[in-house]
């Protein structure tokens, strides 16, 4: 991971192509194929070290996976139990993020079996002295580099996960920041040694809304507790007559549980604030401590610290991993968990981090003589897209700048967007952040300039308004407050009535034109 990068946010972001990636197409370290990049083009990277299948010479799925170097030789040190069905859950959540989002997560698979090599551990032991199984380690970490580059030059910050599968006896999801049962156990995390080493260390000091580290943790917006509060239901269509018949035990039927989280379902077993004397697996593991933001102490990482990039360990249980038929006896729950587990990573990161499109304008009302204003991007990236509505304003869509003496008298919004497109249908890209713009036309004012005068009654109306005016007023369009055009009346007098019966209760702004020129404005309320 590129550590200590000076980072100049109007420089860094390129327009989203600073590097040679192709979102969401796999390239691969060798023609063995045993290391898999997915790049991406969202402030995201998920890495899974231990699910891969691969042994070397062999075939799967009609496809023969050669070892070009050398066959590999079963690890003799460290373990050798693969998380099963990480490979496939990983892809999985990539899958749902791009259906929400159009854009790709990054994604890293090690997809040679732990017994040949393990990622997550430090070189000697991950390879246990082959050179082969080294060589494919610095694949690994460099992909992920690659992807922390890419993040931190085109988004400023990001979060990486780092995916893995356990089995404990109560079935809860574990999330590491390489914070200790000990330390968990004790209550106060914000001491300043425990944030200094914490995977999310850089988060303490840049997240939106100055939560502590304790509440980042654990509190109500922490990753543990949207695992909570997701919609999935799936744990419990587990056989009862399986091991893990504490779940949904606790009173608990819906989402989730996870560790650490805002959750106290009761006795020791059931408070998913803290692991007490259970299980649970902290974060302290080399892919956490070195892609993360801790300062690299306190752990078997020597890599760690002053990047943008937070790091999180997660390690889902074995129920949520089941594939059903023809794979598993128990019903599918992988599949359906895969959606949950992206929408929670989307509403972290979108609570925290995403301040990526916020801009102003130097006021929010402007006149038609006055000088073409521009935005500034207060903390959004550049490289983005700025679109208004309704129709009526000039603005021009890479800058933002607003041709004053083009655009009609009304009001707008300007919605100004970075990432990916969201959707087929929607013009806006992924992240968005919208403000409200007022056109005026004080030369031709009707309540400023006596040469144009409109007199309104009754006002407020619950029906028919009528209009009086000094000129001939050729149409009348009518606005909602947040610049919507509701109505449209052709009239080519200077006095009427308009029947304003269709509108619901509310204000509106009534606009006057004479040759489709605005000649002024007036506030109307339908009762």
């Not at 030059?153 to 590491?176: C, F, M, V």
């Not at 000129?471 to 009535?497: A, C, D, H, P, Y």
């Amino acid at each position: 991971m590129m550590k200590n990068i000076t980072f100049l946010l109007s420089f860094a972001m390129l327009s989203f192509v600073a590097y040679a990636q192709t979102p969401g197409v796999s390239e691969f370290s060798n023609s063995n194929q045993y290391i898999e990049y997915i790049p991406g083009n969202l402030p995201i990277i998920i890495s899974a070290p231990h699910g891969g299948v691969l042994q070397s010479g062999e075939t799967i799925g009609g496809v023969f996976y050669p070892d070009n170097d050398t066959n590999l030789p079963d690890r003799t040190c460290g373990t050798n139990e693969r998380d099963d069905n990480t490979d496939i859950l990983i892809r999985r959540i990539q899958d749902e993020i791009f259906a929400q989002t159009g854009g790709y997560a990054h994604v890293i698979i090690n997809n040679l079996h732990r017994s040949k090599m393990d990622p997550n551990r430090m070189p000697s032991e991950a390879s246990c002295g082959n050179s082969h199984a080294a060589s494919y380690w610095a694949d690994f970490h460099n992909y992920i580099n690659d992807a922390s580059q890419s993040v931190e030059a085109n988004w400023g910050k990001g979060l990486y996960i780092d995916l893995h599968g356990q089995s404990h006896t109560i079935p809860r999801i574990e999330i590491g920041y390489n914070i200790s049962a000990t330390e968990l156990n004790s209550g106060d995390l914000n001491a300043q040694s425990i944030i200094d080493k914490s995977t999310i260390m850089n988060l303490v000091s840049t997240n939106l809304n100055g939560y502590s580290h304790e509440e980042l943790v654990r509190g109500e917006n922490s990753l543990g507790q949207l695992f909570q509060e997701a919609p999935g239901v799936f744990y419990n269509s587990i056989d009862p007559s399986g091991p893990e018949t504490s779940y949904p035990g606790c009173g608990v039927s819906s989402g989730y549980r996870a560790i650490p989280s805002n959750s106290n379902h009761g006795s020791s077993d059931c408070d998913d604030t803290q692991p007490y004397s259970n299980s649970y697996f902290d974060g302290n593991f080399y892919n956490n401590r070195r892609h993360g933001s801790g300062d690299g102490t306190g752990g078997p990482a020597s890599i760690g610290g002053s990047g943008q990039i937070d790091g999180i360990m997660t390690e889902v249980n074995r129920r949520v991993r089941d594939l059903g038929a023809p794979f598993d006896s128990r019903p599918n729950t992988l599949d359906p968990f895969a959606i949950d587990y992206a929408h929670v990573i989307l509403d972290y990161i979108q609570i925290h981090y995403d301040n990526f499109s916020e801009f102003e304008y130097a006021t929010d009302t402007y006149d038609i003589t006055d000088t073409d204003p521009t935005p500034t991007l207060t903390n959004g990236i550049s490289g983005g897209l700025y679109l208004s509505t309704p129709s009526g304003l000039v603005i021009d869509q890479n800058t933002g700048t607003i041709d004053v003496s083009a655009s009609t008298v009304g009001n707008y919004t300007v919605t100004y967007s970075v990432g990916p497109t969201s959707t087929s249908s929607s013009p806006n890209r992924y992240y968005s952040t919208s403000r409200t713009i007022e056109i005026t036309n004080d030369l031709l004012s009707v309540s400023e300039d006596n040469r144009v005068t409109v007199k309104l009654f009754p006002n407020p109306t619950t029906g028919l308004i009528n209009f009086e005016s000094n000129i001939l007023i050729s149409e009348i369009k009518i606005f909602s407050i947040l610049g919507q055009r509701v109505k449209t009346t052709t009239i080519n007098s200077n006095e009427t009535s308009v029947n304003l019966s269709d509108l619901r209760t509310g204000s509106y702004v009534m606009t006057f034109y004479v040759d489709n020129l605005s000649v002024g404005s007036k506030l109307i309320v339908k009762n």
